[in-house]
């Protein structure tokens, strides 16, 4: 910004400047070419008098030294004719006396009594100023003179007057151009710090507030009001996770041993009312991951950690061989598809808990007899397909909203799966989409940034929720809520 703000200070200080120069320097030009032909002409005038009265009394000797002196003076070039167009008299050492002019539209004008005052070229490509007049006495023509005055001395002081006008344009754009960098400067430094503090407060943490006391009033007053926006933010959303993560934590104890007590009243109760038992105990057992749903996504709001190289082939094929059992035990098929992968950009831990989450939604849905397909396309890109019902297009705009199940579910998600699942692959910098799959199920497609293999041996992602709770055969993982 503060490159287009000085060229566009440069822009309106160089149209003032030509502006005001250019038709200054115009002026000046047709000022000077104005006096030199005035300073000629006149000069032509006394001499065609002089000539006149040398001619009239016959002192024709006495012409060469009159054009020869001035032309000395000047440089000049001087020719008298007499009334027929004969010269009599050349500055020019080379014009040759006895010659006939009278065929030139000047001199033949000169010789009716009409002066000419005109600017050509000579042979050698010279701007020169011609004064052509008569040399006459009332109505009476005794001849003519002319007058050639090279333009060379008006033309230096022309260059030089555009050369000072130039100098002159260059000094005021050089001044205007270190004080409109200065005043940029001034105006884009706070919106720099402001840029930043939005950067950071995008990011979840406003670590350098933007200064209030520097900047024209109207960016002081902004980065004031901005602080207090700030300031209010996190609190409201510190507020909110602290909620949801406190709220979540002191619920577990109390939905355990309610659990435990209904599961206490089985051997009391008539056999009758076993099945409102189990039903009451089923959604004591969804509360419980509901409640743990939160927590995982709590930690994920409140953690803010940098992407690392992760092996995709690596971790795929650890969480299928985690959960091939439970699949088994669904007469399930996990199939893994497609060229390697290699290296993505992913936070830690982060594949492990998208992986697990997708297959335990397409296992909850999946017949027995079918395969989910992990299919490794390439590009960073990953396929999880399962050949269950599949949703329609409404229904895959809303599946990443939270606590979201689809109307005709039939199975007791919590509807945090996917939200999970968006939150990690957004934070890996990744984006994920869900697309009806061929014939029958869902097609959901993880694209991330491919990243470069790691050379020094590191340890593997540090245990997450997820995939403590992926450990047991017969438990899913902890936030697995999606209902597909």
Known sequence: MTRRLLLSYLALAALVLAGLEIPLGYIYARGETSRASQSVERDASTLAEVAEENIEKGRLDALPDVVGDYANRTGAHVVVTDRQGIVLADSDPAGRAGRSLADQPDIARALNNQPTVTTTTDGAGRDVLSATMPGSSGTTIRGALRLTCPLDQVSTRVHRIWGALALAAACILAAVALIAFSLARWITRPLRTLEAATTQLAHGHLAHPPDATTGPPELRRLATSFNHTATRLQHLLASQQAFASEASHQLKTPLTALRLRLENFEPHLDPRAHGSLEEAVGEVERLGRMVQGLLALARLENTATTPEPVDLDAVLTDRVAMWEPLAAEQYVTLDITGPPTGHVWAIPGALEQIIDNLLANALRVSPPGTTITLHRVPGSELHVIDQGPGMN??????????????????????????????????????????????????????????????????SPPGEDFGARRGRSRHTEPAGRGFDA
Do not use: E, Y
Request: net charge positive; proline share 8%.
């Open 393 to 458: 297009d409404t229904d895959r705009d809303r599946a990443f909203d939270r606590f979201w199940r689809s109307s005709d579910s039939h199975h007791d998600g919590t509807g945090l799966g996917l939200p999970i699942v968006r939150h990690l692959v957004d934070a890996s910098g990744g984006t994920i989409t869900l697309h009806p799959a061929p014939g029958t199920g869902l097609d959901a497609r993880i694209r991330l940034r491919p990243a470069p293999a790691r050379r020094n041996k590191v």
